[in-house]
């Protein structure tokens, strides 16, 4: 069952501008995380954020976490052409399980 | 640096052949899962472990079998492989807690002919 849900779907943005991609979800969660997957390839864990956590920072990545709204948000700032790739967002669950539910992703294309 | 490996990047296997796919990770982790990823779907769980010799079924756990006889290393059993299997296979381990992220291997691109 899919908890996570991006949003959007696809994103298309020039190089330098920033990118905003969204996540929701539907229970309570430990801790949401963003990974990032190239074409073909495994998913890179980029962030994790706690629920007792607001905002975070890692670099030119920022997320920020609503938990009464149930989502995320990544923000990619000046973004470049190797950011180019698909973003999903992670959750785990409150009930003591350690499985992460994976969203279906947002394709992020930064044109040069 | 630490790593998650998948046997292969890409595999072709005919229709009712036994498949297996292998994960090893050198980090020592507790938990180790199997995903298939399709598009338009996401990524879906297949199976997980917690600890050698035990295993439990994720979301879509027929047609698979799994086997954790060693700690690093997690294997995935296509029994009777059918064409609906062709997919993107996704190893990841974690150390315990849920609290530091996966850590994936490259993936393995299975077709069934």
């Known amino acids: 069952s899919q908890q996570g849900e991006e949003d959007p779907q696809a994103l298309s943005i020039q190089e330098g501008e920033n990118a905003t991609m969204n996540c929701s979800y539907k229970?309570?969660?430990?801790?949401l995380q963003w990974y990032r997957q190239n074409s073909g390839r495994g998913l890179v864990h980029l962030i994790l954020?706690?629920?007792?956590?607001r905002e975070k920072h890692s670099g030119r990545l920022r997320v920020t976490l609503d938990t009464s709204k149930k989502s995320s948000s990544l923000l990619i700032t000046a973004s470049r052409a190797a950011d180019t790739a698909s973003y999903f967002c992670?959750?785990?669950?409150?009930?003591?399980?350690?499985?992460?539910?994976f969203g279906t992703g947002t394709r992020l294309k930064v044109l040069a | 640096d630490v790593k998650v490996t998948q046997s292969s990047r890409y595999l072709v296997k005919r229709t009712g052949e036994k498949v297996f796919l292998e994960c090893v990770q050198d980090?020592?982790?507790?938990?180790m899962f199997w995903y298939r990823q399709d598009p338009g779907l996401g990524l879906r769980l297949i199976y997980f472990?917690?600890?050698?010799?035990?295993?439990e079924k994720g979301d879509i756990p027929e047609g698979y079998s799994v086997s954790r006889e060693k700690k690093e290393r997690f294997s995935l059993i296509l029994e009777s492989a059918s064409t609906n299997q062709t997919s993107m296979y996704l190893c990841?381990?974690?150390?315990?807690?849920?609290?530091?992220?996966?850590?994936f291997g490259s993936g393995t691109r299975l077709t069934v002919v």
């Open positions: 954020i706690r629920s007792n956590e």
């Open positions: 992670a959750t785990v669950a409150t009930s003591g399980t350690y499985k992460y539910i």
């Open positions: 990841a381990s974690s150390s315990p807690g849920g609290n530091y992220g996966y850590t």
């Open positions: 472990s917690y600890d050698v010799k035990m295993k």
């Open positions: 980090m020592d982790h507790e938990n």
């Open positions: 229970t309570s969660i430990n801790n």
